[in-house]
Nanobody, 123 residues
Framework: VQLQASGGGLVQAGGSLTLSCAASGRTFRSYSMGWFRQAPGKERDFVARITWSGGVTDYADSVKDRFTISRDNAKNMVYLQMNSLKPEDTAVYYC?????????????????WGQGTLVTVSS
């Protein structure tokens, strides 16, 4: 599976942004998909996860009720709708595929990664 994240950019606090992740490979629809983020000088943190069917989603407490993860298996796409953005949401956002185990918040428990897209939220 190859992943390509896009949609990052500069946005003012309180604004919205939607990230996209395009996946290649026939096994895409078999895998859970996730979003992580990494701020400068910090570790890569879990943001959200969606199961292969889209029936179950999980979010980090810091983004719950502001971010929404979704997927379109017909298009091999995963999305992260981000609302009410805060300066602390500034980071490089990565999409990930194939959750290998638990806890899912651990980056090492994901098999495939995209290259990342930068989101900058100004105050």
């Amino acid at each position: 599976v190859q992943l390509q994240a896009s949609g990052g950019g500069l946005v003012q606090a309180g604004g919205s942004l939607t990230l996209s992740c395009a996946a290649s490979g026939r096994t895409f629809r078999s895998y859970s998909m996730g979003w992580f983020r990494q701020a400068p000088g910090k570790e890569r943190d879990f943001v959200a996860r969606i199961t292969w069917s889209g029936g179950v989603t999980d979010y980090a407490d810091s983004v719950k009720d502001r971010f929404t993860i979704s997927r379109d298996n017909a298009k091999n796409m995963v999305y992260l709708q981000m609302n009410s953005l805060k300066p602390e949401d500034t980071a490089v956002y990565y999409c990930a595929s194939q959750n290998l185990g638990v806890p899912l918040e651990i980056p090492a428990n994901w098999g495939y990664w995209g290259q990342g897209t930068l989101v900058t939220v100004s105050s």
